[in-house]
């Protein structure tokens, strides 16, 4: 079988959000985020070309601009300002959450291959593989993670394997859908940087699974 531009594309957004889950170092993190979105950003102005609709093009825009480039430098900002480098304490271990996401990725692909609407349809089947894997990889990286700062991270790439998801198998939905959803996605960001720096200011750490602890 020969890859074609289409299914590259998809692939590498799912093994670059793979390699997030092999470092806790969060500047890292905030560089393979980039690079995944920016492969779903040319997954998406691929699809433009394809099918001939030109708002996809500023969808395609637009994720590049706040999830490759905004939201990155706002994050990496807050963890500069919060003086926290790495999630030392995570709950999995960086290989074993590795060696976990290629697992997933795997059981993504037999799940694919279970979807009757997808028989014949190779890109699409790819897509969904890809996508699913990238949803994933976003819950394992929420689950495992203990800083706050890696649970945005992990949420954000979630958000991906959904939006993902969604253009590979309907072709992108409405501009003004999808615009809303960028712009919401930008919103929740920067409430949770503002929470993160209320935790820290708090209570001088932005683990949250000491925050269990806490009593009245």
Do not use: C
């Not at 500047?27 to 394809?50: C, G, P, S, V």
């Not at 093009?57 to 919060?82: D, E, G, S, T």
């Not at 590795?98 to 028989?119: D, E, H, K, N, R």
């Amino acid at each position: 079988m020969i890859l074609d531009t289409f299914s590259i594309l998809a692939i590498s957004s799912a093994v670059l959000a793979i390699l997030m889950l092999g470092t806790m170092y969060l500047r890292a993190n905030l560089n393979f985020y980039a690079l995944h979105t920016l492969a779903i950003a040319m997954e998406t102005a691929w699809m433009a070309q394809k099918i001939h609709d030109e708002h996809l093009y500023w969808v395609a825009f637009f994720i590049a601009l706040l999830k490759v480039v905004i939201i990155p430098r706002y994050l990496a900002w807050v963890i500069r300002n919060i003086d926290v480098e790495s999630d030392s304490g995570s709950f999995i271990p960086a290989p074993v959450a590795m060696l976990t996401g290629i697992g997933m990725l795997g059981a993504s692909y037999l799940l694919s291959v279970q979807l009757s609407s997808l028989w014949g349809d190779i890109d699409s089947r790819i897509g969904a593989m890809a996508a699913m894997s990238v949803f994933f990889t976003g819950v394992l990286l929420m689950l495992s993670r203990k800083i706050a700062i890696g649970q945005i991270i992990g949420f954000l790439v979630l958000e991906n394997g959904i939006y993902l998801f969604a253009l590979t198998q309907t072709h992108g939905m409405p501009l003004i859908i999808e615009m809303g959803l960028l712009l919401e996605v930008l919103v929740v960001v920067m409430i949770f940087g503002l929470v993160v720096f209320r935790i820290k200011k708090s209570f001088e750490h932005i683990d949250v699974s000491r925050l269990t602890n806490l009593r009245e």
